[in-house]
């Protein structure tokens, strides 16, 4: 009996064991599909190169910079925007692709940069939205003012009226007492 039970079990195992394999030989061709395609991307992508942080160097500086590295690029010029009012002339403002990014060699690369015009440019539109800013905060101002003085003379004509109204009722009362 124990023997059987043993042999049951062993028999058990065996096929339990079989499973495994015939499920390992089912896998195996995915698993080399899945090393065929990881080796063909590292292949692809095995001279990419990480783009170092350009910007707010001079342009010449990044130029300098980008000739060790496998990719064109081009300087573009912006348009007038606050934000760049305090910026220096002829610096990167932002690249794309960004900084840090990891691509090919063939990779286009944009600086984008500001010169003496367009951060003069971008200093009056700095300053036309602080004035606006000074205006909407002075418009406030005088809002608050008016209504801040109507409600003391509403207060003051309420006082007024509940006086006289409280002289009335106690001037009678009196009189009815």
């Not at 095995?46 to 060790?68: F, G, M, Q, R, W």
């Not at 090919?104 to 940069?113: A, G, H, I, V, W």
């Amino acid at each position: 009996m124990r023997l059987m039970s043993t042999l049951t079990k062993a028999a058990k195992a065996a096929t339990t064991i079989g499973a495994i394999f015939d499920a390992a030989d089912k896998l195996a061709p995915t698993v080399e599909a899945t090393k065929g395609v990881i080796n063909e991307h590292h292949t692809k992508h095995a001279n990419d190169v990480k783009i170092p942080k350009l910007t707010e160097l001079s342009l010449d500086d990044a130029h300098e910079i980008l000739t060790n590295y496998p990719v064109k690029s081009i300087n573009i010029l912006v348009g007038p925007n606050k934000h760049f009012a305090y910026k220096r002339p002829n610096m990167v403002l932002r690249t794309e692709p960004r900084t840090g990014s990891v691509v090919s060699p063939d990779t286009f690369f944009k600086l984008f940069y500001a010169d003496e015009t367009t951060i003069l440019e971008s200093k009056e539109l700095l300053k036309q939205a602080d004035d606006q800013k000074s205006k909407k905060k002075e418009t406030r101002k005088q809002f608050t003012h008016k209504l801040v003085n109507s409600s003391k003379a509403e207060a003051g004509t309420l006082s007024h009226k509940l006086s006289s109204t409280l002289h009335h009722v106690t001037h009678h009362t009196k009189k009815g007492i």
